[in-house]
RNA sequence: GGGAGCAUAGCUCAGUUGGUUUAGAGCAUCUGCCUUACAAGCAGAGGGUCCGCGGUUCGAACCCGUGUGCUCCCA
């Protein structure tokens, strides 16, 4: 069979993800296995896979095969959320394009669009998971507006309204302008901006305060006489908003005004000026207009002092018929235009510059407005103390910990109640009904509510045929109402609780998402868990952290930073992909995504696609020489490539033991760089090498099988991280029973190697340390590779063991003498010592020009003395070490006797230099 | 303003309970190689005030204090 030169992701990957469907491998059934189960956190239906997602995904891919190769029924469940205000704003994107305004349309014809949107889109994210190789269950696919799980959503409304945990009341809530609907706490952004402070001139009124209020229009004009105060404000456009203005009462410079009154500019309205200790002294002139519909801090002052709320804009954020001045502007024309007419009156003292916080929509990134409105709202309270134990407890655990822990405590600690409803048509409508005198019925259907009615007007049954006129509440629930009843809904756990599915797969396993929605959704999903099943929905959450460019900055469309998925896979491919951007991923730090990595990955491939070329070469040209079998009994040393079927047998152990230990700390990026390692350096740098027979000579079968053998279990270990080029690589080397994605992993011991392993694999180390001394000592020389070099060894070490290790077939390796001891020492100059631990090599350098061979012993005695000064140091520190009684009393045995052994090499070692100074 | 985390090679990061002789890896850099699987490759090398200062300890990259700088969360 040819091979080609390089590998080509493209149709291995579509055939392999094709078949792997076809088998049904992905599919999972309750069985008396352990479940291992991961719901994917469902991406935006109308969205498509951006590097986060990427490497979520991927994250979760590599569990869940893993645990699907170690004899778990894994469960991944796949779906996607409806994203309530994100589809919406597309959707009225999409209609005004076409020339259709929503508010045109009745809410059911906007459904229809936005169904239709759906199907158009909701499956180009599904696509890209197959792209990439994501194992999820299809047939399990679930989407939050499917019916059972709509069902799900109003029952739980319905069930916490009846507990008391869901109320309907009014509240300063956070209003989006451009979206026209409140938003949670959650959805609001705050940035830093540069603001200004505008400091106005309010008047003071000078009669006392028992006249009734005049309209503005009987106000005599101002005079210069009159006294006034300054207020500093960020927000002028709001004046006419202002019930009050406040100084703090143990402020000297207001005392004087209690019980009088100012005038508000333009409009001439009348406020009082009233004193409150919240008010800070320092900040602005020390007195500040009360505007109770615009600010947090200004509505507590008004129900404090009983003020009026005077809401002067309206939803989409011009000013209302309240304002009296500028009806209909635009809340950022109005500033302009206001500053300008306060200037032009004189009412404007001063501006300046300072820096603010200013909250901003997450979805649509306007200036949020606080709004007193009516909304409803979740008790947050008693649900956050059983989702803080869990995880106190230690029984949900976050990975990485330290980090997460504290955030997520101080945030349940100070929960606030979560506004639920949003003005929006797209999404779960509130199952409240309201009758003509605007009580309140909430039930799960229209039905249940007119049962209510009746009831509470005493009417037994209504009258037949009469339908109860009652309406529902136009608003639909908050996009995280429904996605945090996720991990229940997916297996119907809500809408049929108890049944067969939710007792096996509850709880999941592992949650794998990006730490920047342990609120919106991590938390919920913990509470609504606890309140729901009375039990965590998962046992781990793996945070990812921000998938950044390589400069560190976000992705972002604007920047044009973000790169396309299925572009990438077409130019590296899907393994390559998954490689690149799992090397680079520490868990829970940001990644700098570079394509660099990609690139890394794309040679990875190559690597191990040429490593199956070669092996491909022997296929042919076996032959029977002895009957070799492992593990041996008895270390003896055989012709051909023993040593290395031991050391590497013995790596591939080491290695697979470390790699399972890695995935139970979840630090899948270190797992990946040691099995890259072990391909590359131990497998294709060392062990082919060594095994590799001369050119187009045979090749003895039992290493031929066994490096057969050694590469399925390579490609097994690297399967999760790169399932496509392992499947292939791994049907290509033999005929194969079954798939690798389903080949299961054999338990792991510890090997017991007897002492004549063990020192095979010494007496190897120390050869690989050698042959990089020799090559070294070539570069550094500059000696060719067709020149020979001698290697005296001295010591225990058999010389045809070296023999067979060192003379591998590389060129610069052929051309090797190697003897045992130096013959004579004195009189050789053109030596090189070696030490590798405390065996001693000498590498001779052949005859040389007298001149040359002066500058080298002079280079080699400096290099030598250096290195005993440095060796006398630490055997002084050791010595010292040792005879300090404290430090043998106190430290560990292990530690005493290393110490002992650092004393003894030492010593070893100053003799060998000593000796070998004394001979130059 | 409150809280959390981080600072180790040019970059990105490992470094387990304080103890393995000279603190590791990948990438990048430099040098030499068309060697028969692979130039998407091979071989080798250089590169460190473990942020500063002080302390604890027989012993500190690691523990404690303090200063500086950066990041994130919350108000």
Same mark, same amino acid.
């Given at each position: 069979?040819?091979?080609?030169?390089?590998?080509?992701?493209?149709?291995?990957?579509?055939?392999?993800?094709?078949?792997?469907?076809?088998?049904?491998?992905?599919?999972?059934?309750?069985?008396?296995?352990?479940?291992?189960?991961?719901?994917?956190?469902?991406?935006?239906?109308?969205?498509?896979?951006?590097?986060?997602?990427?490497?979520?995904?991927?994250?979760?891919?590599?569990?869940?095969?893993?645990?699907?190769?170690?004899?778990?029924?894994?469960?991944?469940?796949?779906?996607?959320?409806?994203?309530?205000?994100?589809?919406?704003?597309?959707?009225?994107?999409?209609?005004?394009?076409?020339?259709?305004?929503?508010?045109?349309?009745?809410?059911?014809?906007?459904?229809?669009?936005?169904?239709?949107?759906?199907?158009?889109?909701?499956?180009?994210?599904?696509?890209?998971?197959?792209?990439?190789?994501?194992?999820?269950?299809?047939?399990?696919?679930?989407?939050?507006?499917?019916?059972?799980?709509?069902?799900?959503?109003?029952?739980?409304?319905?069930?916490?309204?009846?507990?008391?945990?869901?109320?309907?009341?009014?509240?300063?809530?956070?209003?989006?302008?451009?979206?026209?609907?409140?938003?949670?706490?959650?959805?609001?952004?705050?940035?830093?901006?540069?603001?200004?402070?505008?400091?106005?001139?309010?008047?003071?009124?000078?009669?006392?305060?028992?006249?009734?209020?005049?309209?503005?229009?009987?106000?005599?004009?101002?005079?210069?006489?009159?006294?006034?105060?300054?207020?500093?404000?960020?927000?002028?456009?709001?004046?006419?908003?202002?019930?009050?203005?406040?100084?703090?009462?143990?402020?000297?410079?207001?005392?004087?005004?209690?019980?009088?009154?100012?005038?508000?500019?333009?409009?001439?309205?009348?406020?009082?000026?009233?004193?409150?200790?919240?008010?800070?002294?320092?900040?602005?002139?020390?007195?500040?207009?009360?505007?109770?519909?615009?600010?947090?801090?200004?509505?507590?002052?008004?129900?404090?002092?009983?003020?009026?709320?005077?809401?002067?804009?309206?939803?989409?954020?011009?000013?209302?018929?309240?304002?009296?001045?500028?009806?209909?502007?635009?809340?950022?024309?109005?500033?302009?235009?206001?500053?300008?007419?306060?200037?032009?009156?004189?009412?404007?003292?001063?501006?300046?510059?300072?820096?603010?916080?200013?909250?901003?929509?997450?979805?649509?990134?306007?200036?949020?407005?606080?709004?007193?409105?009516?909304?409803?709202?979740?008790?947050?309270?008693?649900?956050?103390?059983?989702?803080?134990?869990?995880?106190?407890?230690?029984?949900?655990?976050?990975?990485?910990?330290?980090?997460?822990?504290?955030?997520?405590?101080?945030?349940?600690?100070?929960?606030?109640?979560?506004?639920?409803?949003?003005?929006?048509?797209?999404?779960?409508?509130?199952?409240?009904?309201?009758?003509?005198?605007?009580?309140?019925?909430?039930?799960?259907?229209?039905?249940?509510?007119?049962?209510?009615?009746?009831?509470?007007?005493?009417?037994?049954?209504?009258?037949?045929?009469?339908?109860?006129?009652?309406?529902?509440?136009?608003?639909?629930?908050?996009?995280?109402?429904?996605?945090?009843?996720?991990?229940?809904?997916?297996?119907?756990?809500?809408?049929?609780?108890?049944?067969?599915?939710?007792?096996?797969?509850?709880?999941?396993?592992?949650?794998?998402?990006?730490?920047?929605?342990?609120?919106?959704?991590?938390?919920?999903?913990?509470?609504?868990?606890?309140?729901?099943?009375?039990?965590?929905?998962?046992?781990?959450?793996?945070?990812?952290?921000?998938?950044?460019?390589?400069?560190?900055?976000?992705?972002?469309?604007?920047?044009?930073?973000?790169?396309?998925?299925?572009?990438?896979?077409?130019?590296?491919?899907?393994?390559?992909?998954?490689?690149?951007?799992?090397?680079?991923?520490?868990?829970?730090?940001?990644?700098?995504?570079?394509?660099?990595?990609?690139?890394?990955?794309?040679?990875?491939?190559?690597?191990?696609?040429?490593?199956?070329?070669?092996?491909?070469?022997?296929?042919?040209?076996?032959?029977?020489?002895?009957?070799?079998?492992?593990?041996?009994?008895?270390?003896?040393?055989?012709?051909?490539?023993?040593?290395?079927?031991?050391?590497?047998?013995?790596?591939?152990?080491?290695?697979?033991?470390?790699?399972?230990?890695?995935?139970?700390?979840?630090?899948?990026?270190?797992?990946?760089?040691?099995?890259?390692?072990?391909?590359?350096?131990?497998?294709?740098?060392?062990?082919?090498?060594?095994?590799?027979?001369?050119?187009?000579?045979?090749?003895?079968?039992?290493?031929?099988?066994?490096?057969?053998?050694?590469?399925?279990?390579?490609?097994?270990?690297?399967?999760?991280?790169?399932?496509?080029?392992?499947?292939?690589?791994?049907?290509?080397?033999?005929?194969?029973?079954?798939?690798?994605?389903?080949?299961?992993?054999?338990? $792991?011991? *510890?090997?017991?190697?007897?002492? /004549? #392993?063990? @020192?095979?694999?010494?007496?190897?180390? !120390?050869?690989?340390? =050698? +042959?990089?001394?020799?090559?070294?000592?070539?570069?550094?020389?500059?000696?060719?590779?067709?020149?020979?070099?001698?290697?005296?060894?001295?010591?225990?070490?058999?010389?045809?063991?070296?023999?067979?290790?060192?003379?591998?077939?590389?060129?610069? $390796?052929? *051309?090797?003498?190697?003897?045992? /001891? #130096?013959? @004579?020492?004195?009189?050789?100059?053109? !030596?090189?010592?070696? =030490? +590798?631990?405390?065996?001693?090599?000498?590498?001779?350098?052949?005859?040389?020009?007298?001149?040359?061979?002066?500058?080298?012993?002079?280079?080699?005695?400096?290099?030598?003395?250096?290195?005993?000064?440095?060796?006398?140091?630490?055997?002084?520190?050791?010595? *010292?070490?040792?005879?300090?009684?404290?430090?043998?009393?106190?430290?560990?045995?292990?530690? !005493?006797?290393?110490?002992?052994?650092?004393?003894?090499?030492?010593?070893?070692?100053?003799?060998?230099?000593?000796?070998?100074?004394?001979?130059?």
């Amino acid at each position: 069979m040819e091979l080609s030169k390089n590998y080509n992701p493209a149709d291995i990957e579509n055939k392999w993800y094709a078949h792997w469907l076809q088998k049904g491998y992905f599919k999972s059934t309750p069985d008396n296995r352990e479940p291992f189960t991961i719901v994917i956190p469902p991406p935006n239906v109308t969205g498509v896979l951006h590097m986060g997602h990427t490497l979520n995904e991927t994250v979760q891919d590599i569990l869940i095969r893993k645990a699907r190769m170690s004899g778990y029924n894994a469960c991944w469940v796949p779906g996607s959320d409806h994203a309530s205000i994100a589809t919406e704003a597309k959707v009225v994107g999409m209609l005004k394009e076409k020339g259709i305004d929503k508010n045109n349309l009745s809410r059911e014809e906007f459904l229809k669009y936005a169904f239709e949107w759906k199907e158009k889109y909701g499956d180009i994210i599904y696509s890209q998971l197959k792209k990439l190789g994501c194992s999820v269950d299809w047939n399990r696919t679930t989407f939050t507006m499917d019916d059972h799980y709509y069902n799900a959503v109003i029952k739980v409304f319905v069930d916490l309204y009846k507990k008391g945990l869901v109320y309907r009341g009014a509240r300063m809530i956070n209003w989006d302008p451009v979206a026209t609907t409140a938003l949670s706490d959650e959805e609001v952004e705050y940035k830093e901006i540069t603001g200004k402070l505008y400091y106005i001139k309010y008047f003071v009124k000078r009669e006392t305060s028992n006249v009734k209020e005049e309209s503005s229009s009987h106000l005599s004009p101002l005079t210069s006489g009159d006294e006034f105060i300054v207020i500093a404000t960020q927000r002028p456009e709001t004046i006419m908003g202002d019930t009050a203005v406040c100084a703090n009462p143990r402020d000297k410079r207001y005392s004087n005004l209690k019980g009088k009154s100012v005038l508000v500019p333009l409009i001439n309205k009348r406020v009082p000026i009233i004193f409150d200790e919240y008010v800070d002294k320092d900040f602005g002139t020390g007195i500040l207009k009360i505007t109770p519909a615009h600010d947090i801090n200004d509505y507590n002052i008004g129900l404090k002092h009983n003020l009026a709320i005077v809401d002067t804009l309206n939803e989409d954020g011009t000013l209302s018929e309240a304002a009296q001045i500028y009806v209909g502007e635009d809340r950022f024309v109005a500033r302009k235009k206001i500053v300008e007419e306060l200037k032009q009156k004189g009412h404007l003292v001063k501006e300046e510059e300072y820096q603010t916080r200013l909250g901003y929509s997450q979805r649509t990134n306007s200036v949020v407005e606080p709004k007193i409105s009516t909304q409803w709202f979740v008790k947050m309270k008693e649900l956050a103390s059983p989702a803080l134990q869990a995880v106190v407890d230690g029984e949900i655990k976050i990975h990485p910990g330290e980090k997460f822990l504290a955030t997520y405590k101080y945030w349940l600690e100070n929960v606030k109640d979560w506004c639920i409803s949003r003005q929006l048509w797209w999404g779960q409508q509130i199952p409240a009904w309201y009758d003509e005198e605007g009580n309140l019925f909430v039930a799960e259907s229209k039905e249940e509510a007119g049962k209510l009615y009746y009831e509470k007007n005493g009417i037994k049954s209504p009258p037949p045929g009469v339908v109860w006129r009652g309406l529902q509440d136009q608003d639909v629930l908050d996009t995280w109402f429904s996605s945090w009843l996720w991990p229940m809904e997916v297996f119907n756990g809500i809408s049929q609780p108890n049944n067969d599915e939710i007792n096996y797969y509850y709880p999941t396993q592992v949650l794998v998402t990006g730490q920047d929605i342990i609120f919106f959704w991590v938390a919920r999903m913990i509470m609504a868990g606890m309140e729901y099943k009375k039990e965590k929905p998962f046992s781990d959450v793996y945070f990812t952290g921000m998938v950044r460019d390589k400069q560190g900055r976000k992705m972002s469309k604007q920047l044009g930073n973000s790169p396309d998925l299925l572009e990438l896979i077409d130019k590296y491919g899907a393994d390559a992909v998954r490689f690149g951007i799992m090397i680079s991923s520490p868990a829970g730090n940001d990644l700098l995504f570079d394509e660099a990595s990609l690139e890394q990955g794309r040679n990875f491939n190559n690597k191990i696609w040429n490593a199956l070329k070669l092996i491909k070469l022997w296929e042919g040209r076996t032959k029977t020489v002895t009957s070799y079998q492992l593990p041996v009994t008895g270390y003896r040393e055989p012709a051909t490539g023993n040593f290395a079927l031991t050391w590497f047998e013995n790596r591939l152990n080491e290695v697979s033991i470390e790699i399972e230990s890695l995935y139970k700390q979840f630090r899948l990026s270190e797992a990946l760089k040691i099995i890259y390692s072990l391909i590359w350096d131990d497998f294709c740098s060392w062990y082919l090498e060594w095994v590799k027979p001369g050119f187009e000579q045979p090749i003895e079968e039992s290493v031929y099988y066994k490096t057969v053998y050694f590469f399925e279990q390579l490609m097994q270990l690297l399967h999760p991280f790169m399932p496509f080029i392992t499947e292939e690589v791994y049907h290509l080397l033999r005929e194969q029973k079954e798939d690798l994605t389903v080949k299961q992993f054999s338990k $792991l011991e *510890k090997p017991q190697l007897t002492k /004549d #392993l063990k @020192d095979s694999i010494e007496v190897t180390e !120390i050869s690989k340390q =050698l +042959i990089q001394k020799i090559r070294d000592f070539r570069n550094k020389k500059g000696i060719k590779k067709d020149k020979t070099i001698s290697i005296y060894s001295e010591g225990s070490l058999q010389v045809d063991e070296l023999n067979n290790r060192i003379k591998i077939v590389n060129a610069e $390796l052929k *051309k090797l003498n190697i003897h045992g /001891d #130096l013959p @004579d020492k004195g009189k050789i100059l053109n !030596i090189e010592l070696v =030490l +590798i631990g405390t065996y001693k090599f000498y590498l001779d350098l052949g005859n040389i020009e007298e001149t040359f061979q002066n500058i080298l012993i002079k280079r080699k005695q400096q290099e030598l003395t250096q290195e005993l000064a440095r060796l006398k140091d630490f055997l002084v520190s050791v010595e *010292k070490k040792l005879s300090n009684e404290r430090f043998v009393q106190k430290a560990k045995a292990e530690v !005493i006797e290393l110490e002992r052994k650092k004393k003894a090499d030492a010593e070893i070692k100053i003799k060998i230099i000593e000796e070998s100074l004394s001979t130059i």
